[in-house]
């Protein structure tokens, strides 16, 4: 089974850029660690063009839509930090999790982010922290 968030997938200390680079740069990631084929990044952006996915707390979830369900091979996240955030259609976002989700572990996944990160304790603490600490906050079994 594919671990759903790698180590190598957290990116702490990010330079503020904009959302279409931020969105390529973690669409990327999925891709490179086999998640999604490259289509898929695409899928992200169109998503956002439709529906921004920023969910507040300082957090955006870009994933795909509907329609790139197909360049899915596993379930997947990948996670970039910006201490000094980046702006998320006129909104500063310091936690963004690319999201790759097959079936309906899509939903799965973005209601277990959205719980650990309710905690504004959770979200300065992920903020903060190095990728390990990220790891274990993020795939801790609760």
Not at 126 to 134: Q, W
Request: aromatic share 4%; proline share 2%.
């Amino acid at each position: 089974m594919v671990e759903l968030l790698r180590k190598e997938n957290i990116e702490i200390n990010c330079k503020a850029a904009s959302k279409e680079q931020v969105i390529r740069h973690i669409g990327k990631k999925l891709c490179d660690s086999g998640y999604v084929e490259e289509n898929y990044i695409e899928a992200m952006l169109l998503r956002e063009k439709s529906f921004s996915t920023n969910i507040g707390n300082g957090i955006a979830l870009p994933h795909g839509i509907e329609a790139a369900k197909s360049d899915i091979k596993a379930s997947g996240i990948a996670v970039m930090v910006f201490p000094d955030g980046t702006d998320w259609g006129g909104e500063p976002v310091k936690i963004v999790i690319g999201i790759a989700g097959v079936g309906e572990e899509h939903l799965e996944i973005l209601s277990n982010i959205a719980e650990k990160l309710s905690d504004m304790e959770n979200v300065i603490k992920v903020i903060n922290s190095k990728e390990d600490a990220i790891f274990q906050i993020l795939t801790a079994r609760e």
